[in-house]
């Protein structure tokens, strides 16, 4: 059995739409990062760097911090979702830390500074906002003439899919990005990927921020 640590919250969600892809057995636990629950002694054991998702695999005696590399676990531990291929499993490796590196942080900058922050310095608002649309850019050149990242559906969609699904409810809308926008509309179609996005919880309701825009 695994437990995954985890809030309603983009990284957490990619790991719960992988586990119900992989059909693996799991529970959860809610680490309620609006209240600082993942600063306490408990979890810093688990996550020296206090953040969710976090996953222990009492079968191998296993605990794993990092969303991406969570969902290499898996993968491996499944066999499933990610390419075998040499060429192609290190076009996926490069993918899952682009994201990592970029996706989440830029735009975790961007609904920091656009939405949560009380003071909104213009400066930051507009660096995050306009890295955020270069970064879609490069995601809409990516996806040109393809169905997903790979060429198969893979982790890296799940990888990409969790921070495009909470910008989108934070009112960063894609429409502009057709291949990315028809992209996002598949991997929103998946049961598996329907069912992630409400576990432990749903994304909450960002429209009193969005209303102080
Ligand atoms: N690089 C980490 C980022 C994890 C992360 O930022 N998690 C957020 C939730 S999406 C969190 O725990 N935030 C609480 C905090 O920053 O104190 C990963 O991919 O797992």
Redesign the pocket.
């Known amino acids: 059995m695994i437990t995954l640590y985890a809030?309603g919250?983009?990284?957490?969600h990619k790991i719960s739409i992988a586990l119900e892809e992989f059909g693996l057995p799991y529970k959860t636990e809610i680490?309620d990062?609006w209240n600082g629950d993942?600063?306490k002694p408990a979890f810093v054991a688990l996550n020296p760097?206090?953040?969710?998702?976090v996953i222990v695999d009492y079968e191998a005696g296993q605990t794993i911090?990092?969303?991406?590399a969570?969902l290499l676990y898996l993968a491996e531990k499944t066999g499933k979702l990610f390419p075998k291929d040499s060429h192609e499993r290190w076009k996926g490796i490069q993918l899952l830390f682009f994201q990592?590196a970029s996706i989440?942080p830029m735009f975790?900058q961007r609904a920091h500074f656009s939405l949560f922050a009380t003071e909104k310095p213009t400066y930051a608002v507009e660096r995050y906002i306009k890295e955020g649309e270069r970064l879609t850019t490069v995601m809409e050149n990516m996806l040109a003439n393809r169905k997903y990242f790979l060429d198969e559906y893979s982790i890296v969609d799940i990888a990409h899919f969790g921070w495009l699904w909470c910008s989108t409810h934070q009112g960063f809308t894609i429409d502009a990005y057709p291949n990315v926008k028809a992209w996002f509309d598949r991997i929103a179609a998946r049961p598996a990927v329907q069912k992630g996005v409400t576990v432990p919880l749903p994304l909450p309701d960002f429209t009193p921020f969005k209303s102080q825009k």
């Open positions: 809030h919250s983009p990284n957490p680490v990062v993942q600063f760097n206090s953040k969710v998702p911090y990092e969303s991406n969570i990592a989440g975790g």
